[in-house]
């Protein structure tokens, strides 16, 4: 059974960092697009930083570049948010996702429609 299970959020300061993790069970890691999204209250999701795990290549929303990273550990099968100088702004409840990847897909790395695999989000609240 495929399952996503994030931790790792909470309250902290702006400017501060923290870091999420998402552990992946009944995944290849190798064959599937796997990352982040966040909603704030009263607006949509969004991608916020995404893993493609065939190639190796990442794609980022504008407003994180520079503050945020992913990595993997491929032998825990778990991906990281590790976030730096957090805003206000971040405030929402993040979310792991994952994607096979596929030719057939018509979707972009930030469409939340075109991830199959969701985790139950983590709320992550930064205080001016």
């Known amino acids: 059974q495929m399952r996503l299970v994030e931790s790792g959020g909470g309250l902290v300061q702006s400017g501060g960092s923290l870091r999420l993790s998402c552990a992946a069970s009944?995944?290849?890691?190798?064959?599937?697009?796997i990352g982040w999204f966040r909603q704030a209250p009263g607006k949509e999701r969004e991608g916020v930083f995404v893993?493609?795990?065939?190639?190796?290549?990442?794609y980022y929303a504008d407003s994180v570049k520079g503050r945020f990273a992913m990595s993997t550990d491929n032998v825990k099968n778990t991906v990281y948010l590790i976030m730096n100088s957090l805003k206000p702004e971040d405030t929402a409840v993040y979310y792991c996702?994952?994607?096979?990847?596929?030719?057939?897909?018509?979707?972009?790395?930030?469409?939340?429609?075109?991830?199959?695999?969701w985790g139950q989000g983590t709320q992550v609240t930064v205080s001016s």
């Open positions: 996702a994952a994607k096979r990847i596929s030719p057939a897909d018509g979707s972009s790395w930030y469409d939340a429609y075109g991830y199959e695999y």
């Open positions: 893993f493609n795990g065939n190639d190796g290549s990442s």
């Open positions: 009944g995944f290849i890691l190798d064959y599937y697009s």
